[in-house]
Structure formats: C-alpha cells, structure tokens
T-cell receptor, first 115, second 111 residues
C-alpha cells in the first residue's frame, strides 16, 4: 500500500459527460502528480501541484483541469469526454518538490471507460 | 528531458539473477537515474535511484557505468512477483520534478 488513495477505482460514463477523479496523497506529502496511461500512449504526465499551486504541466488537454485543495487532496476534472479519454488515471505524491532524489508514490489508479 | 533506451522485453527464470539494461547517452551531469516498476494492474512503484555510484537496496542493485551513459538494474534472485514493466527514467535537478516514463522493459519470469 503506497498510502496514496484514489477514488473511484472504476468509472463508466458516456461521451460528452464530465467526471471528477479524486486523489488523497500520503500523509505529509505536499506534491501531487497526475498521469494518464492508455494502451497506445503509455504513461503520460498531465500536471503537478505543490502545496496548492500548479508547478508543471504536461500533455494535458484543455478539456481537463485539476486543482489541489488546502487539505492537499487533489481532483482531476475531465469534461466533454471522448472515447479516446478512456484510460487509467494515476495520481502520485511526494514530500516536496525540488529534490531529484525524492521518490514518487503512486496510487492504484482510476479506470475510466467512456462509452 | 534526456531520453533513455530500454529493450522492449526480457525473459528470465525464477531464482536467477536478472540484468535490465538502460542506455542514456545524452545524460547530463545533473541527471539522477531512477528505476520504477509497474506490476500488473497496479500503479508504478519506486525501485532504486542513483547519480554516479552503484547503489543497493532491499529490492535491487543499480550499476552505473563510469561515463554514466548506461546503467543496469540487477535483480539478484528473481521471483514470479518481479514480473512487471521496468522503467528507467532520468530526472534533472534543474527542471520540473515530474517523472517522464518511456516504454520500459516488460520482464517475464518463468517458473
């Protein structure tokens, strides 16, 4: 158990809908990262937050947004869903930001299926 | 981010050592070498990391070439539980702290 909690584990929805994925980082971790894993693209970095502030952005679509709340949990919002958004979405956390030797701890993911 | 090259797949037998290679010829002096693995139906998990010297922990050993252009993850005695995709990642102290995953090496362990 990594200590990172993601909910829900599975989500089935229809095209055009909007969903929210939730992540609770490990106790004490200030950084949260979101990744998308699809069969053809592998693990793609989406976005990173540190203590409520956005720190890095990857290949995140404009239809997607995220935020980190004062209690440090994070939510990834996906809107106007398309079939191609079906993927595993992982959240990871780390203690801080700025140390290249620090480890990331990943949750078990949310499997999103868009029908 | 500097790139890494790994074989797509490797196969080994249970209780034998496994050497997983990674080439990173464009590595910079500030890049740390990280290894993560992803077991089936799970999120990635940290395995080991290093900068210049060889490193050992309870999971594995990391051997880093003297010129740092390649490294090898060593599993001393593979078990069936070690079957996973192994990712070799370079992390730059100057850049953002995200991990950029490549395609990794899918390791199969035969009983």
């Amino acid at each position: 158990d990594s200590g990172v909690t993601q909910t829900p584990k599975h989500l089935i929805t229809a095209t055009g809908q909007r969903v929210t994925l939730r992540c609770s980082p490990r106790s004490g971790d200030l950084s949260v990262y979101w990744y998308q894993q699809s069969l053809d693209q592998g693990l793609q970095f989406l976005i990173q937050y540190y203590n409520g502030e956005e720190r890095a952005k990857g290949n995140i679509l404009e239809r997607f947004s995220a935020q980190q709340f004062p209690d440090l949990h994070s939510e990834l919002n996906l809107s106007s869903l398309e079939l191609g958004d079906s993927a595993l979405y992982f959240c990871a956390s780390s203690v801080a930001v700025g140390a290249t030797n620090e480890k990331l701890f990943f949750g078990s993911g949310t499997q999103l299926s868009v029908l | 981010d500097a790139k890494t090259t790994q074989p797509n797949s490797m196969e080994s037998n249970e209780e034998e050592p496994v050497h997983l290679p990674c080439n990173h010829s464009t590595i910079s002096g500030t890049d740390y070498i990280h290894w993560y693995r992803q077991l089936p139906s799970q999120g990635p998990e940290y395995v080991i990391h290093g900068l210049t010297s060889n490193v050992n922990n309870r999971m594995a050993s990391l051997a880093i070439a003297e010129d740092r252009k390649s490294s090898t993850l060593i599993l001393h005695r593979a078990t069936l539980r070690d079957a996973a995709v192994y990712y070799c990642i370079l992390r730059d102290v100057r850049g953002a702290q995200k991990l950029v995953f490549g395609q990794g090496t899918r390791l199969t362990i035969n009983p």
